[in-house]
Each structure stands twice: as structure tokens, then as C-alpha cells.
């Protein structure tokens, strides 16, 4: 890991001269576009200071799972975890009724600090099944001119261990519809993602919130199976660019599920990315593709709609057989720059080989 910090540090270093030296050098655009957008700021920093941020890298993380719900047993995964807790509990959830759940909860409170923010429009439940001294917070005061959302479906245990993913602890979420749930123990990802729970607490949502510090990437070691993740926040972020500079830097295939996409710049390079050759296909809940901004139709010749009699609830990417772009963020406007979302953006070929296994077997029929 230290010959790979040195290189990863000589490597900035050159692509800062090249870049703002013009040096004459033929560097392929696409690839420094991406480069500095991504990764520029955080790996190069204030280069010339001593605010120079290495990459983090974890040797001992031994947990990195990925379950799809309603195959696999959400709620038993979701449980085991939370019941784990030995510390805190920090979770912002669009939605919350998963009665195990709150049951476990409850009984936790009595030892350990648990706070949860919730979407105001989905509070009832929790607020009426849960102990007073579980801290409620809403988005009720979002200074927002639409009816936007707290949108995401994270948790941070312990200050080490983060569940995110598209499911929200709900009957239907883990039993009826389709979504995945990751669970990562990653000290720098759960720091990255208390940054957001903090400004959330704080009763700063959507554009109310301000663009923080990320540790980005981090390179996860987890029994010599190297990932390497980056996070983002929306509206902090603008994700809806980030994935689309993704999806313009794959180079043979592109997989999707989403719930719903209206956003045209992703619809136009999945468009393009089809044009150009690439294996592109993909799933959307087929309620929606008649929905107002729906771009259902530009995509339709290599996007099927799903067979799930509840929701097909996911929104994910798979790049190249290599790279999975998965989180709470939908393809809208809205997702992208109303609502509080979180995207994670992971570079290991066995968790795409599990996202691409699970998509011809239970999505793409």
C-alpha cells in the first residue's frame, strides 16, 4: 500500500504540470475531465501547502456486503446491524416502519444516543411507535419553493459502519419491492456521510447545505479484495454531472436500474453511449414511463420495464463490468439538485460481477 500511496502521489503530480504547465503532452480529454472532477481536488488538494490530503486507505476493514432485497432477507441483514450497535445510531431515512426494527431501536435507547432524521411526509409512524428519548428530526422547515424530499436511506453505526443502498426500512422496501442494501464498515465513508447527517440535523436541507470536504476515494481493503469508493451528496454535489462523467467514460457497457429518469443528460449519453456501439441495457418500473418528463421513449429501444407487481425501486449503474454507481439518487432534476440524496461510486470487479449477475437474473427478463 505505501509503493501505491507514492505512485497515486507522483501521478497527481504529474497530471498538475501537464494540466496547468501545458506541457506537451497528448492526454486523453475525457480521461482528465473526469480525473478533474472527481478526483483533482481531494488527491492534489493545496499541493503546495500543508493541506495535502493523502488517499485513506483502510488494511482492516473486514466487512463489505451487498444484498438484494426481496431475494435476500433485508430486514434480518438491517436488524443484525443496528442490534450491533454498541455506541450511536445516525440514520436519515425517507421512510420508516419496519416494526422489528423500531422494536430493536427502542430497547437500544435505553443505552446508547440513537437519532434519527426523517422525511416530514413519513414521520407519523415513527414518531408514534418510537420511545421519547429516540431524537426525531424532520425536514418539516425545508426552505424549498417545491415539495422536495429527504430522500436518503442511510445509517451510520458506531461512527464505523454505514448501510446505504436504494432500500428504505419499510414492510414493502424489504419485502415487496426491489432494492439493494449495502453495508460497508469504513471509518473516512462513515465520516463522509456524518458530514451530511450533520448538516441535516442541523436543519440544513437541499440547497441549504453546503459543499464539504470528502474523503475521496477511499481504497477499502477487505481480505485482499481492494475496493475503491467515492461518495456524494446532493445537492451539496452536482451528481446528476458526476454520473454522467461516468457514464461518457465507459468504454464497452453500461447496465441500469432505475426506478424513474427524466433527467436529459443522462438519457441523452445512454443515448449516445448506445450509438457509439456499447452493450447498453436497462430497466425502469414500468409505472413510470409515462410520467410528465419521463425520457422512457428515448431509451426504450434497449430499455425494458420491470415485472415486479410492487416497484422495482433501484438505481443503479454498472460501468464497464467494473465500476457500480448505486445510492439513494434517482435521475431527475429533483434528485439531483432538490431533494438530499447520496451516491456511492464503486470501482471492484466482484461486487459488478454480483450487480450484473443479479440484473440478467432477476431484472433484465
Known amino acids: 500500500m505505501k509503493k501505491l500511496k507514492i505512485f497515486l502521489k507522483v501521478l497527481t503530480l504529474i497530471i498538475f504540470l501537464i494540466y496547468f504547465l501545458n506541457l506537451n503532452y ?16 481531494n488527491l492534489v488538494g493545496n499541493l503546495f501547502n500543508n493541506n495535502y490530503k493523502e488517499i485513506p486507505v483502510e488494511e482492516n476493514s473486514n466487512i ?6 426481496p431475494n435476500d432477507n433485508c430486514s ?3 436488524n443484525y446491524y443496528i442490534n ?25 435507547s435505553n443505552f446508547i444516543n440513537i437519532t434519527i432524521i426523517i422525511d416530514e411526509d ?9 420511545k421519547d428519548n429516540i431524537n426525531i428530526i424532520t425536514d418539516k422547515y425545508r426552505n424549498s419553493k417545491y415539495d422536495n424530499y429527504m430522500h436518503h436511506k442511510f445509517c451510520i453505526i458506531d461512527k464505523k459502519i454505514v448501510t446505504t443502498g436504494s432500500m428504505n426500512p419499510t414492510y414493502n422496501g424489504v419485502f415487496k419491492n426491489n432494492n439493494d442494501l449495502l453495508i460497508i464498515n469504513s471509518t473516512y ?14 436543519k440544513k436541507f437541499g440547497a441549504d ?26 445537492p451539496n454535489f452536482d451528481c446528476e454531472e458526476i454520473v454522467n462523467s461516468y457514464l461518457k467514460s465507459a468504454n464497452r457497457s453500461i447496465y441500469f436500474s432505475i426506478f424513474v429518469i427524466t433527467s436529459d443528460i443522462i438519457s441523452n449519453r445512454l ?6 456501439g456499447l452493450d447498453v441495457k436497462g430497466v425502469i418500473e414500468k409505472r413510470n414511463q409515462n410520467i410528465l418528463g419521463s425520457d422512457y421513449d428515448k431509451i426504450k429501444n434497449f430499455t425494458k420495464l420491470d415485472y415486479n407487481k410492487y416497484t422495482m425501486h433501484h438505481k443503479f449503474f454498472i460501468i464497464d463490468n467494473e465500476t457500480v454507481i448505486t445510492g439513494s439518487m434517482n435521475p431527475t432534476k429533483s434528485g439531483s439538485y432538490y431533494n438530499d440524496e447520496n451516491i456511492l461510486i464503486i470501482k471492484n470487479k466482484n461486487l459488478a460481477e454480483k450487480y450484473i449477475d443479479y440484473f440478467y437474473s432477476e431484472i433484465y427478463k
Do not use: G, R
Not at 463489505?64 to 432485497?69: K, L, N, P, T
Not at 450491533?84 to 437500544?108: G, H, P, R, V
Not at 443515448?271 to 457509439?276: D, N, P
Open 122 to 130: 413519513n414521520s407519523y409512524f415513527l414518531k408514534k411507535n418510537s
Open 209 to 234: 447545505k453546503s459543499k464539504f470536504n470528502l474523503y475521496n476515494p477511499i481504497l477499502l481493503n477487505v481480505s485482499s479484495n481492494i475496493y475503491e469508493i467515492k461518495s456524494y451528496f446532493c
Open 84 to 108: 450491533k450497535s454498541q455506541e450511536e445510531i445516525l440514520c436519515a431515512l425517507y421512510d420508516f416502519d419496519l416494526e422489528s426494527t423500531i422494536s430493536i431501536l427502542n430497547n437500544k
Open 189 to 202: 465513508l462513515s465520516k463522509n456521510y456524518f458530514n451530511e447527517f450533520k448538516e441535516l440535523k442541523d
Open 271 to 276: 443515448v449516445s453511449k448506445k450509438k457509439e
Open 26 to 41: 497528448n492526454f486523453d480529454e475525457d480521461f482528465l475531465e473526469t480525473f478533474l472532477k472527481t478526483d483533482f481536488e
Open 64 to 69: 463489505f456486503e451487498v444484498y438484494f432485497c
Open 76 to 78: 434480518k441483514v438491517f
